[in-house]
């Protein structure tokens, strides 16, 4: 491994792009920067030893005070649709892309965020807060740690430097590592412009679905054959993450088109969150006031959102048919995903017919008694054998033990040995979640410089599924005062 960040290898395909695709620009520096912290995970995925971030050339580098040697700083542009409407241009408003490390492990794009105002900023000041930088950093490692495909985060650098939002708060920068941070808004920028639309494509299929290029009957496919593969790999991708997410009660709060990547990953962490007492329609964005991003909406407006990227490709002058025929891979790629993954969290070696009454019944009992999503999850496991841990999730105990007849007569179909079940059900129910009072514990301890407390998550939700002895807290219910904590697009 590299024991410098001075002797990374870099390359810079996104530079290579037409001219109008960025802007080339510096951070812009903030005051005294310190490094909060750093993913030795991630370091290790470009191929950079634990040593070489405790570097002062890191630093420099994470804080955007020096560029990634090798590296050529850009923002990029892209357009997108907000909340349901055409919202334009935005682009890398307070993003700076450092360019791409080449390792053993792959290729990956760094990316300062709340790194200083571009032209895309509008009326923004380029910065982020700390508190929502901490929010990203211990997210996109949360995600890694439950297998949901995300973006990573490899360094957290903070400042004194104030930041006005609705009270007086401090910058931070988080850099954020992908193999691409393209959007579904990207494609959507250039919807008009064929010629760029083409690069674009070009470019995103060269480096990440090579397969849409081969040859139909012998014959180079053509840019349109491209683009259809292409979109139905898209589909299919954002339709898997779409079920992870929902089976892991995870709630993104903005599905923008301009936050939707174009890899199927998770990308941009702003108020999301892991729900706490389950309610269908439960809502993490206090800024969404109609509920368009609802726990219960996100597959619909993910397949919206690929609507909405369909649409862009018909600049390229592929015919609507064609692209709507791709489209129609969402559900059955989604439906899949959603019960290969209830299947085992359920303890089922395969769905059937009944499964969908036995899962809906299941989802209106959480709903109805706001049990805990991850905790009764957790609690399926045991409950046949032992069930005072299932009960304890409900107050309606005859409810409950209805469906948990019906659960032990359904797992009696399959007959396998209880040990075996066990273990695989404990390693597809995490017991630690990101819940949002831990991740507000972990900002009140950062804000007073200390660390601790996002050590201590990091462990726990990198192996979410393994009982660690002497956190029991971090695996409990919130306390009362977490009803109060409120998230919002302030960040
Ligand atoms: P988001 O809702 O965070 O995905 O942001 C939507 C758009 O606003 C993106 O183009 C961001 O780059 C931009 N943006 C968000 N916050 C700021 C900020 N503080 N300064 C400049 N641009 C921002
Ligand atoms: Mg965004």
């Known amino acids: 491994m590299k024991e410098s960040i001075q002797n990374v290898r870099v390359e810079n395909s996104f530079a290579n ?17 310190r490094l909060l912290h750093a993913n030795p995970e991630v370091a290790a995925l470009l191929d950079l030893s634990p040593a070489a971030l405790a570097k002062p050339d890191f630093l420099d580098v994470v804080a955007g005070n020096q560029p990634l040697p090798g590296g050529q700083t850009l923002a990029a542009v892209y357009s997108g649709h907000q909340f349901g409407i055409w919202a334009g241009q935005l682009g890398d408003g307070r993003a700076h892309l450092l360019g791409e490390v080449v390792s053993p492990s792959g290729r ?13 900023s509008r009326m923004g000041d380029g910065r982020a807060v700390l508190r929502s930088s901490v929010r990203e950093y211990l997210a996109s490692e949360a995600m890694a740690g439950l297998g949901i495909a995300t973006t990573r985060a490899l360094a957290l650098v903070v400042s004194n430097d104030p930041v006005y939002r609705e009270t007086v708060e401090t910058a931070a920068i988080v850099t954020r590592v992908s193999p691409s941070f393209v959007r579904f808004g990207s494609f959507e920028h250039w919807s008009s412009s064929p010629e760029n639309l083409g690069a674009l494509l070009d470019y995103v299929v060269d480096r990440h679905y090579p397969e849409c290029r081969d040859a139909v009957d012998g014959a180079p496919a053509t840019q349109a054959r491209v683009a259809l593969r292409f979109l139905r790999a898209v589909t299919v991708r954002t339709a898997r993450l779409l079920a992870d997410w929902q089976t892991a009660g995870f709630c993104h709060g903005v599905m923008n088109t301009d936050n939707m990547s174009i890899l199927g990953l998770t990308l941009d962490y702003g108020p999301y969150g892991f729900m706490d007492a389950f309610q269908v329609d439960h809502v993490c964005n206090h800024s969404d ?9 996100q597959p619909s407006v993910a397949n919206w959102n690929l609507y909405r990227l369909a649409s862009a490709l018909l600049g390229l002058g592929v015919e609507a048919d064609a692209l709507k025929e791709q489209l129609q891979e969402f559900e059955p790629a989604f439906l899949q995903a959603y019960r290969n993954n209830l299947c085992r969290k359920l303890g089922l070696l395969a769905w059937t017919d009944g499964d969908d009454d036995l899962l809906d019944d299941w989802w209106r009992l959480l709903h109805t008694q706001k049990a805990d999503f991850t905790l009764s999850f957790r609690s399926l496991a045991q409950a046949p054998l032992d069930s005072a841990q299932f009960f304890q999730r409900f107050h309606d105990r005859d409810a409950a033990g209805a469906w948990l007849d019906r659960y032990v007569q359904r797992l009696a179909q399959e007959q396998r040995p209880d040990p075996e079940r066990i273990e695989q059900m404990n390693r597809s129910n995490p017991l630690y979640v990101l819940r949002n009072h831990l991740a507000e514990g972990a900002i009140r301890a950062a804000a007073q410089g200390d660390v601790g407390e996002i050590d201590t998550l990091l462990k726990l939700l990198r192996d979410p599924y393994t009982e660690q002895p002497g956190h029991e807290a971090y695996a409990a219910v919130p306390p009362e005062w977490a009803g109060r904590l409120e998230v919002s697009c302030s960040s």
Request: aromatic share 16%; glycine share 8%; hydrophobic share 25%.
């Open 17 to 33: 792009l037409p001219p109008s695709f960025y802007t080339r620009l510096s951070p812009q520096p903030l005051t005294e920067p």
């Open 108 to 120: 990956w794009e760094l990316q300062l965020k709340g790194s200083g105002r571009t032209p895309y």
């Open 289 to 297: 006031s109609q509920g368009r991003y609802a726990w219960n909406a």
